[in-house]
Structure formats: structure tokens, C-alpha cells
């Protein structure tokens, strides 16, 4: 074995390790959650992760220039955002104001990877390297992580790296593509990934300094494959074990170096030396990097100046009263339309926004199932198991049978020898289901089954922690209305590999309605109520509540009345049934206008029903903001459905208990999903998964552009871009907390990660003032700086804020 003499192997064990780390998990597709792409850079500032992300992926972490020059122009960014942004710099020789809005209208140079060995080999031999490792890696990698897609499962005993030295000893295409002895090459690799890493490294020359990008700039040209690996490790350890699939990975993609290298060393060593040189440098960015930092910032800068007059903004209602109906929905950014138009059909419905799991970290079972469904933040290991197995066995059974037919007729569908004859044989059966769904008739069916319960079920003591801890979290503790709707919410969409994406995040990629049904029941327990009493939560007797679904596709509510009936409430639930119906007609209406190819809101429902439709609906995109506040500071004032609403009311919470799980749960969760967005948008070709009509889903857990290859990880195009123009603007989320100050800094100490985020600007937060205005901006480093008062911009608008608020609800009732 060729050891390097420069460093023993636990320091390369450790850089694999760190490499490994710098790489974002990816779920798989049937339970998709957003990640964020720079995970494993939240220690470092916007500018460093440029100048990393640049060396080893040539990937660009901002907008082009003329994006925000044309902002420049425009107005949207004033000479005092830009001014404010350079402030903010913590860097030597930055050019005043003058110079920088020159430099705005000139290129910024285009961030050039450094070659890896198969890059070098591949321009000596005129043989695409890169492409035919990521063709024979991604065929093994397939059948490797494969869930359930292919008929016959792949050998994963010994781990990855056993795996596919079995697999590559055999086969003869890089052979014939010219890499010889390439399966005896690989026949003679040591048993252990350790061993083998330890011989690469060693042949190829690598020194300490070099192994820290290089490593990672392996990776990363792994794309999804090593973002699934990564989920692995991360799955491993949040259940308190180790994983090493990630590390063997990365040590079959030495290996494939170390080949290549060996057979064109005479060819390359020189560029191979300086490329090594190139490695071992610091991570450093250049001028151009922080001045598109600058100017990001400039404009995120503009972003907070207009949701600063929005707060200035007085709300026009409170809750002084009894409420008529109080509908609790998840802090998704979809759910703000729905929550202002309900608003606006009635003044006495109040609404609240909470997490979408609603507090409950349930392993769950569905009817007639086997399989655990993870209904809760990926963050968090399950503390409660559920199911929604009932106590008719017959039709358990039924249903049963008929999902093993089901798995049967497809596997049919797909084997080897069936498979050729399949469509003319079977064709004329599907007619009409091609003319149901060519037409868009299929029915939108919403989630339904038995109840769910919790199995094993929680003694007395522990249902009425649990309920206490969650209302508490939602700031809901008093002025109970008769009826109270808990909205879980979910997407309904047809021929979608991205489905999950659309549901909760916080429920896992799963819709919500399990987690609101097991709620409302817990709540509905007369007993729990009792000892809540006991506890100063006092829930009226003739309060009742309902879990519902908000499909977001269609803005439709199911309300699960079937799980607590109760006859003195019908007319209630009339009501709210109608209200529903109304404020969704809004929402629609409001959706409309930014969905392309709508027709005013008519057509909404049917194109969560068309096969070919590539974008049902916007999802999360346009997510600028996260607000923890009550709920009167934002009432009645247009977010455009681009804030996350967090009802948070400072002065009920004890000790800060609440504060620390907003910020440290819901908070990092919202990171995730802003910062997908914005790396699927500023980097589509590294970030994004491209184009959904090229899609083909790959093991079911990702998907593929064509027939084979990296497996594409983060957003579509069509999840970001309307055709024309831009759907998202990459903004870097702002996050507003009414809450002191100092108890906010407390909650920062507490937690690296989290002061990681706000310190390096991959958050920005603000504080509130008693009167809800942003008052505070936090400057890094545990410190604060005031902002300007904008009350005087927020007169401007007021009146016909209120003016068109009035005119809503008119129109609505």
C-alpha cells in the first residue's frame, strides 16, 4: 500500500470525514423535504462559499450583475441600501459607493472550477472521462440506493464500496472506452475503503493542504448521488449511529482518479502539480465575488426597507372578543393567502399560524399499511407512534389484497419478459383512463381513512404535557371560539415525482392532516381539559375542535368531522364550511395572478388534475420573510403569500421556552427551505434539477435528465422560472421576532449553528419594538444597530391599504 509520507492516515480519514460533511443531504422522493445546498458552509460568509463553490464547482452564489443593476436603475435599491450593505462588509479595499454602482454595470468574471484528473485526461485523450464515470457510476449508484423501483435488488451487504468493486471488477466499458486493465485495476484494490483511499491519495501525490477542497470537489461531482449517501450519514446519526456509505463513495471516485492518472501521468503531471498547488491555497474570494456579495446584500437591503413600511402599516382589527371561528394553519408561505382572505370574509375569524406538525413528532402507520411515515421536521427523531389501523379487520384485509395486486400488476408491467408485450396486449383496458386523465377528470380525492390514534396510547399525565406544551408553542391559550379548525395542509397532483415537495415540510414531506386529527382529538378529551384547567388553560366546554386540510393546489378545506361528531355544532361548521368556500375563491383568484396560463382562478382546480402540467403550483416560491409575532401585527396587510407567519406572543412565554424552539426548529427549517430556492435559482445547473420534461424517476429516490447519469437534486426550473421571467427572487430569508432583545442574543449563545446562520447573513434578523415596527437590525457577533423610523413611507400606503382591505371583504361576502 502507497501511504503518503506527508500525513498519516488519520488525517486523511478526517478530511473524507469533513468533505463528507460539506456535502447537503437528499431525501427521497416519497417523502422530499427542502434542504439547504450550502449546509455544509454555514460557518463561512456568502463571499467565502463563493470562492469555495467556485474552486471546486465553478458554481456562482449570486444573480448575474445586471440583475441588480437594473434594480440600481430602477430604483428598487437606493443609494442608502447600497450604503447600508457596504457598511455590513467585513473586508479591506471596498470601493465607495460611485465606484461600486460602476462596477454594477460591468461583468463579473464567470467562476472557473479547477480540473479534476479525469478533466485533465479527458483533454489529452479527447475521451470524455467525466461522462462515462458518471454513466457507469450512475447505473451501479441506481441499483445500489434503489427503494423498492427495480425488480431485482442490487447486493448491499458489505456497503457501498464492496458493492460496487464486485460490480466494477466485471465490467468491460471502461475498458473499451480505453481505460486499460481497468477491472483488474480494480480486482487489485485493497479490502478496505480506508486502505484504497490511503493508496490514492499516495499515488496521486496529495498533500495535507490540497485534501480539503480536492476531497470535497470529488463529491461534489457526484451531484444527487452523494447528496443521497449524505442522507444516510445524517439518518445514521440523528438515530445515534455512523454510516459509511458517503466515504466509500468518495473513495470509488479516487480510485477512478488514481486509474486515469496512472494511465496519462506522462501527459498531465505537470498540470496535475499545479492544480494540486491550486488546491492547497486558501479559500479566499477575490474582488468580484465581494462586490456581488455587496450588491446581494444591497438588494435584500431594499427587500427589508418595504417589509419595514409593511409592519408600519396599522392593522385594522383586533380580537377583543369571542371569536366565531379560529382556524390554526401551518406557517407555510401558501397558507398567508388563505389566512388574510378568510380574514376578510368575516371580522370575527381569527387565524393563527404554527408549525404544521403541530407539535406532534409521530412515527406513523396508514390504514392497511406497514410502512413508517415520519410525520415531523427531519431535524427530530420520532417521539410518539400512530396508526390509522382500525378495528375493522375485513376491510384491513381488503384493502390489503388490494395493494399486493396493485404492486403485482405493475411489477407485471415492468418484467423482463412481460414487459415487451404489454401495451398491445393490454392496451385497449386503459382507453378510458387515458381519456379520464387526457381530460382532466380524474377525481381530486383528499386523504381519508379511520381516525388516527396514538399506538401505544399516552397515559393521562403525558397527553396533557403534551397538549400544554403545544398550545403554549402557539400562543394559544385563552379566548377559545366554539369551533376551532386545525389545518394541516397537502398538495394534490398528478404525475408529479416531486409531489412529496409539495406537501409539509414539517410533517416530512407528508401532508398534515394525520398530525391535525391526532390534535383535535387529543384537545377534544374531556379529561385532558380538566387537568389543563388545573394549569390556568382553560378550554370552554362548548369548544369544539375539527382537523382539516388545506390542499394548496386547489385552496380547498376537508374538514374531518367524521372524527368528533357533535350535533350542538352544525351549524357552526356550516358556517366554516362556507367560509372556507368563500376565502378559497379568493385565494384562487389571487394565485391566478401569478400562474401562467390561468384563466382568473376558474382553471385552478383542473390543473391539479393535468398529467402534462408542470407547474400546479408555485409551492414555496417567493419566500422572503419569517415573522414571530401575534398575529394583529400582519392582520389584514397584504405578504403576497411569501412570509411565513408565526403566531408568537413574547409576553406569555416563560422563560423563553418557546423563543428558543421557534428559532432553533421552525427557524432553521424555514432556512432550508429559503436557501433551496435561492441555490435553485442563482445555480440552476448545480443546484436545481432541471428540466421536468426530461425527468425520468431513478430508484425512487431522485431523478435523472434522460436515461442515466448524476442524479439531479434541489428544484426544477419550472419550480423557480414562469418561462419569461423569474417565479423566486433569491433572497436570503429576513427574519422578524418580537421578542427583547437580550432574550433573543440568549438563544443565540446557546447554539452555534444557529448564531452560524445569523452571523454569516445566511439569515438576516430583526427585532420588533412594543409597537411590532422593525426597530433592531442584529449586526453580528451578539450586537444590534437601530434602524430608521419608515412610519412616514408607511402613511403613504395606509389608506389605500385599508381602503382595498375594506373592498376584499366586500367582494368576498
Known amino acids: 500500500m502507497n501511504v503518503p509520507s506527508n500525513f498519516p492516515l488519520s488525517t486523511l480519514v478526517k478530511a473524507s470525514d469533513t468533505a463528507a460533511r460539506a456535502i447537503p443531504p437528499l431525501w427521497p422522493l416519497a417523502s422530499s423535504v427542502a434542504v439547504n445546498p ?72 464567470t467562476p ?69 486493465g481497468f477491472a483488474q485495476f480494480v480486482s487489485d484494490t485493497p479490502d478496505t475503503a480506508d486502505g484504497a483511499q490511503a493508496q490514492a491519495a499516495g499515488r496521486l501525490g496529495l498533500s495535507n493542504g490540497a485534501l480539503e477542497t480536492y476531497l470535497h470537489q470529488l463529491l461534489f461531482s457526484l451531484g444527487g448521488w452523494a447528496q443521497v449517501a449524505r442522507y444516510h450519514l445524517w439518518q445514521a446519526e440523528l438515530a445515534g449511529g455512523s454510516d459509511d456509505t458517503i466515504t466509500d463513495i468518495l473513495t470509488i471516485r479516487l480510485l477512478w482518479e488514481q486509474a486515469l492518472f496512472e494511465q496519462y501521468k506522462d501527459q498531465i503531471v505537470d498540470k496535475w502539480q499545479m492544480v494540486k498547488a491550486a488546491h492547497a491555497a486558501p479559500v479566499l474570494p477575490d474582488p468580484d465575488l465581494t462586490v456581488n456579495t455587496i450588491l446581494q446584500e444591497a438588494w435584500e437591503r431594499a427587500a427589508q426597507r418595504d417589509l419595514a413600511v409593511s409592519f408600519a402599516v396599522p392593522a385594522p382589527f383586533t380580537y377583543d372578543i369571542r371569536p366565531a371561528l379560529q382556524a390554526a394553519f401551518c406557517i407555510d408561505v401558501r397558507s398567508e393567502i388563505l389566512r388574510r382572505a378568510l380574514e376578510a370574509v368575516y371580522p370575527g375569524i381569527q387565524t393563527l399560524g404554527f408549525a404544521g406538525f403541530f407539535g406532534l413528532t409521530t412515527s406513523h402507520k396508514g390504514f392497511a399499511s406497514d410502512v413508517d411515515e415520519l410525520r415531523l421536521p427531519v431535524l427530530l427523531n420520532p417521539g410518539i407512534t400512530s396508526t390509522s389501523q382500525g378495528d375493522d379487520v375485513d376491510a384491513d384485509q381488503t384493502a390489503r389484497f388490494k395493494a399486493r395486486a396493485n404492486r403485482a400488476w405493475g411489477r407485471f408491467k415492468l418484467a423482463a419478459v412481460s414487459s415487451f408485450a404489454f401495451v398491445e396486449a393490454t392496451g385497449p383496458i386503459y382507453a378510458g383512463k387515458l381519456v379520464r386523465d387526457a381530460l382532466k377528470l380524474a377525481p381530486n380525492e383528499e386523504p381519508a381513512g379511520p381516525a388516527p390514534r396514538l399506538d ?52 416530512g414531506g407528508y401532508s398534515g392532516e394525520v398530525n391535525a386529527r391526532l390534535l383535535a382529538g387529543l384537545l377534544n378529551r374531556a379529561e385532558v381539559r380538566k387537568r389543563l384547567a388545573m394549569r390556568d388553560i382553560v378550554v370552554p366546554d362548548d369548544t369544539l375542535f375539527v382537523a382539516a386540510l388545506h390542499d394548496t393546489t386547489t385552496d380547498e378545506v376537508t374538514l374531518y368531522t367524521q372524527d368528533c361528531q357533535s350535533e350542538t355544532h352544525s351549524s357552526d361548521l356550516e358556517k366554516a364550511r362556507f367560509w372556507f368556500m368563500v376565502a378559497g375563491k379568493a385565494t384562487r383568484g389571487e394565485r391566478s395572478l401569478r400562474l401562467p396560463r390561468t384563466k382568473g382562478g376558474l382553471d385552478i382546480k383542473s390543473r391539479s388534475r393535468d398529467w402534462a402540467e408542470t407547474r400546479p403550483e408555485w409551492a414555496l416560491a417567493g419566500c422572503k420573510a419569517f415573522i414571530a409575532a401575534p398575529r394583529h401585527r400582519t392582520a389584514g396587510k397584504s405578504m403576497q403569500g411569501r412570509v411565513f407567519l408565526h403566531d408568537y406572543d413574547w409576553t406569555r412565554d416563560k422563560d423563553f421556552g418557546v423563543l428558543e424552539l421557534i428559532m432553533t426548529a421552525p427557524i432553521v427549517v424555514a432556512s432550508w427551505i429559503s436557501l433551496q430556492y435561492y441555490g435553485s435559482t442563482v445555480a440552476p445547473e448545480t443546484f436545481g434539477a432541471g428540466n421536468k420534461l426530461l425527468h425520468n ?21 419550472q419550480s423557480v422560472h414562469e418561462g419569461e421571467t423569474y417565479a ?57 444597530s437601530a434602524i430608521a423610523d419608515v412610519s412616514e413611507h408607511a402613511s403613504e400606503i395606509v389608506t389605500t391599504d385599508q381602503s382595498l382591505f375594506r373592498t376584499y371583504r366586500e367582494k368576498c361576502l
Not at 45 to 66: K, N, S, Y
Not at 154 to 178: K, M, S, V
Open 697 to 717: 424517476v431513478t430508484g425512487g429516490i431522485g431523478v435523472v435528465e434522460g436515461n442515466g447519469g448524476t442524479l439531479r437534486a434541489g428544484l426544477p426550473w
Open 456 to 507: 401505544p396510547a399516552l397515559d393521562l399525565t403525558a397527553q396533557t404535557d403534551a397538549a400544554e406544551t403545544i398550545l403554549r408553542a402557539m400562543s394559544f391559550t385563552n379566548n377559545f371560539a366554539r369551533l376551532v379548525v386545525l389545518a394541516g395542509h397537502g398538495a394534490n397532483v398528478v404525475n408529479n415525482p416531486f409531489a412529496s415537495g409539495l406537501h409539509c415540510g414539517a410533517c
Open 38 to 109: 450550502f449546509l455544509g458552509q454555514a460557518t463561512e460568509t456568502l463571499a467565502q462559499v463563493g470562492a469555495r463553490l467556485g474552486r471546486v464547482g465553478g458554481v456562482p452564489v449570486t444573480m448575474p450583475r445586471d440583475w441588480y443593476n437594473t434594480r440600481i436603475t430602477d430604483g428598487t435599491i437606493t443609494d442608502a441600501d447600497l450604503i447600508g450593505a457596504l457598511k455590513a462588509q467585513d473586508a479591506a479595499d471596498l470601493p465607495d459607493l460611485a465606484a461600486l454602482k460602476m462596477l454594477a454595470c460591468s461583468n463579473a468574471e
Open 112 to 180: 472557473t472550477p479547477q480540473p479534476t484528473v479525469a478533466d485533465l485526461a479527458a483533454d489529452v485523450s479527447g475521451i470524455d472521462w467525466p461522462g462515462i464515470f458518471a454513466d457507469r457510476f450512475g447505473g451501479w449508484a441506481a441499483g445500489f440506493f434503489d427503494q423498492g423501483q427495480a425488480l431485482w435488488e442490487a447486493p448491499r451487504r458489505r456497503g457501498a464500496y464492496h458493492a460496487w468493486r464486485q460490480n466494477a471488477a466485471h465490467d468491460l466499458t471502461p475498458e473499451i472506452a480505453g481505460l486499460k
Open 728 to 784: 423566486h427572487e433569491p433572497l436570503r430569508l429576513s427574519v422578524c421576532i418580537e421578542a427583547p432583545q437580550e432574550a433573543i442574543i440568549d438563544v443565540i449563545k446557546r447554539h452555534d449553528g444557529l448564531r452560524a446562520l445569523f452571523d454569516n447573513r445566511w439569515l438576516h434578523l430583526f427585532a420588533l419594538d412594543e409597537n411590532g415596527q422593525m426597530a433592531w437590525r442584529y449586526a453580528g457577533d451578539l450586537k444590534w
